[in-house]
């Protein structure tokens, strides 16, 4: 079996199911891409899919399904997806090996 291309913590299986039981019926998990953009070069993205593209990497772990881009695997190879809720904030983080480089703001990343 291939090693997925990312892993997700309890936490963010957590809350994509909470999202997902907000979501529109026709809602089948969440879309994980990568952008140009931001100061550092890059940025991750985070959408509703309701169905499945060409090519996409399909990761279904404790009932939750996060389909990958395929023009973003290779940026996320080894990825693990966390949720973490602060005083202030709450927010879905990557912790990426393939970093080279992340802003200040930790909104981008450079590979």
Not at 16 to 43: D, F, H, L, P, W
Not at 51 to 79: C, R
């Amino acid at each position: 079996m291939n090693e997925q291309v990312i892993k997700i913590s309890d936490n963010a299986v957590d809350r994509i199911k909470k999202i997902m039981s907000e979501a529109q019926s026709q809602t089948i998990g969440v879309r994980i891409g990568v952008k140009s953009g931001g100061c550092a070069g890059m940025s991750y993205v985070m959408e509703y899919a309701t169905d499945i593209k060409p090519n996409e990497e399909i990761i279904e772990e404790k009932g939750v399904k996060v389909l990958i881009d395929p023009k973003a695997v290779m940026y996320l190879l080894g990825t693990e997806m966390d949720y973490k809720k602060e005083k202030f904030s709450s927010q879905f983080v990557f912790k990426n090996p393939n970093e080279s480089e992340r802003c200040g703001c930790g909104e981008s990343f450079k590979v």
